[in-house]
Structure formats: structure tokens, C-alpha cells
């Protein structure tokens, strides 16, 4: 698995949309202890695409790998980084939409497995997210007893591993580890939906910001403001697919591009960056960009699995995994 600088991948089409400063004047550098790492494991929707799998991202900081949602081929990814399932020390989830949660118990069932090189977890698995979350994990326990009880009279797997510890919140401060802070923030993502949030991740004066589902909401900006990245979702349609009378409802619970932009405006991140991206009828990414422009002039990056960002004391670098 080879990082590619960002100088590098200039001919590509989501990358040469984004500005050339402030990333493309910097190498990209390996990683130290005082980084926060942001890896985008996940930017697609339902749409089932290998190259753009559900809702997933890592972050890694303290000595600690933390995972917000939990979409198709969540564990996938999280092999892809360099890591292996029981190498997550928590997971959160934004909410509650099957995109956001139908890997996690993948997530769950793989870190359990006592083989090192496929899971190796021996404590519970830890699971933060909105009102409701617990009845999620009582789901998956359920579905799943049968491995559980098979695993642990076959495979010797310990018994608090087969465990879920959840962690119900909407606001506030929800875990605060080897100076890693992270707080959850209710966002509104539609008339009909309740129980969606968002994150911000502080440690050692680095931060990001993850807007999970929402429409247009002032809390991103007000939890965004002066992150050093702000991963936002989006949407839109074709004017073709804009006739179907799905997509108004679909897109009655995103944010336009317009709206994005007006965020990243007032927020003001260091970097911003679109994933997650509902665009219905493959719209043109540049018409994604030139619909944002309208709004927000700042670096933008178009994101893309397995794309990761370094924010260092040095600064903001990008680099792209292999695949």
C-alpha cells in the first residue's frame, strides 16, 4: 500500500478541481505522534460502487483509531488503511440510515475473530451514537447469536469481546482519551428523521469536523468554525433526474451545493472536503464545484475513498492509498 503524493495525481479529474495551495506546496510527510489522521474509508451513498463504498471514515490520533459510521464495506476499508478490525478502539455513528450502519456488524462480528491478523479484539466493542443506538446494538446481537455462542465454546473467543458498550448522546463532550476529544452535535436531516448528529475530533490544537447527514445547519458552522478540515456531504440531481419524484425527497434531506458552500463560508476551515455524496443522475463534478463557487472561494477537495489527510504542526498534506 503506497501513499501518492498529492503533486502526483494533478491529472486527476476530483483532484485538479481543488486548488494548488495550500497541500500541493507541501510533501507529504509519514505521520508522527502528534498528528491528527484523517482517512476517508467511505464517500459514497446506498448506491452499491466499489469504487465509492458507504459512509465510513477513520480517525487516528493519540495512539488511538477511531471510526465514524459504519457503511458497506466499512472493514474493507479499514484493511485497506493498514489496519485490521480489532484495531478500532471505538466507533461512532452519525445515524441510523442503512448506508451509515449496514457494515457495522461486519465491524463487530470481524473484531472479535482471535486471529491477530483478522481481529484479535479481547474487551467490547465501544459504540457511541445518537438516542437509539443501543437497540441497534441489541439488533445485531440477536441476529448474530448463534456466532457468538458458537465462537466462544469453538474458538475459546472471550466473552467480553462478544460485548457491545454503547454510548447514547447528542451533545456534548462523549469521549476524551489520550487527549483526544469528541464532541457530538445534533444536525437536522430532514422533517421525518430524528436521532442524526455530527462530530468534531480536538487533539493537541489540530481538529476536524464530520457534518454526518444534514440539510443546511448552523451547528456545522458553529462546530466547524476554524477546524483544520471540514468533511461535509452533499447533494444534487441532473435536471433529467430532478423530474422523478424520488429525488426532491431525497434531496429534502441533503445539503445543495450553494448551502454547502455558505458552511465552508462562515466556518471557515483551514480545508474543506466533500464526501458522502448524493448526486443523483452522475451530475458533472465540475458543475458540483461550480455550483459551490457560487458560494465559497476556499480550498476544496472532491473526496474519494481512501483518500487521507495529515494535519501536523507542519501543516495540512493529501495523499491517496492504493487500492
Known amino acids: 500500500m503506497t501513499p501518492t503524493p498529492l503533486r502526483r495525481l494533478a491529472a486527476a479529474a476530483a483532484i485538479a478541481l481543488m486548488p494548488a495551495a495550500p497541500l500541493a506546496a507541501q510533501e507529504t510527510q509519514p505521520a508522527v505522534a502528534d498528528d491528527l489522521v484523517v482517512t476517508l474509508l467511505g464517500t459514497g451513498t446506498p448506491t452499491p460502487r466499489t469504487r465509492a463504498f458507504s459512509s ?10 477511531l471510526l465514524f459510521d459504519a457503511g458497506r464495506g466499512a472493514s474493507m476499508r479499514v484493511a485497506q488503511a493498514g489496519l485490521v478490525t480489532g484495531q478500532i478502539d471505538a466507533t461512532f455513528l452519525t445515524n441510523f440510515h ?7 456488524a461486519d465491524m463487530f462480528l470481524t473484531s472479535y475473530i482471535t486471529v491477530p491478523y483478522v481481529g484479535g479484539r479481547k474487551t467490547p466493542f465501544q459504540l457511541y451514537g445518537p438516542f437509539g443506538t443501543q437497540k441497534l446494538a441489541d439488533g445485531i446481537l440477536m441476529a448474530h447469536q448463534w456466532d457468538i455462542d458458537t465462537r466462544i465454546v469453538d474458538e475459546k473467543t472471550p466473552e467480553e469481546a462478544v460485548k457491545i458498550e454503547v454510548h447514547e448522546a447528542e ?6 482519551e489520550n487527549g483526544v476529544k469528541v464532541t457530538v452535535f445534533p ?13 468534531r475530533i480536538d487533539y493537541k490544537g489540530k481538529s476536524v469536523l464530520i457534518s454526518g447527514d444534514t440539510t443546511f445547519d448552523r451547528n456545522v458552522m458553529k462546530f466547524g468554525k476554524d477546524t483544520d478540515l471540514l468533511i461535509h456531504e452533499v447533494g444534487m440531481a441532473t435536471e433529467e433526474m430532478a423530474q422523478n419524484p424520488a429525488t426532491p425527497r431525497v434531496l429534502a434531506h441533503h445539503t445543495s451545493p450553494e448551502d454547502v458552500g455558505r458552511v465552508f463560508t462562515e466556518a471557515d476551515p483551514d480545508f474543506a472536503v466533500y464526501s458522502h455524496m448524493v448526486l443523483m443522475g452522475n451530475p458533472p463534478i465540475e458543475e458540483l464545484m461550480a455550483r459551490t463557487r457560487t458560494t465559497y472561494d476556499g480550498p476544496l477537495v472532491i473526496g474519494r475513498d481512501l483518500m487521507r489527510f495529515v494535519v501536523s504542526d507542519r501543516g495540512t498534506s493529501m495523499l491517496v ?3
Open 56 to 65: 465510513a471514515n477513520l480517525v487516528q490520533a493519540g495512539g488511538l483509531n
Open 98 to 104: 442503512s448506508d451509515h450502519v449496514n457494515g457495522l
Open 171 to 176: 451533545e456534548g463532550v462523549v469521549f476524551d
Open 187 to 199: 444536525v437536522h436531516h430532514g422533517e421525518n428523521i430524528t436521532n442524526a448528529v455530527g462530530y
Open 321 to 323: 492509498l492504493d487500492e
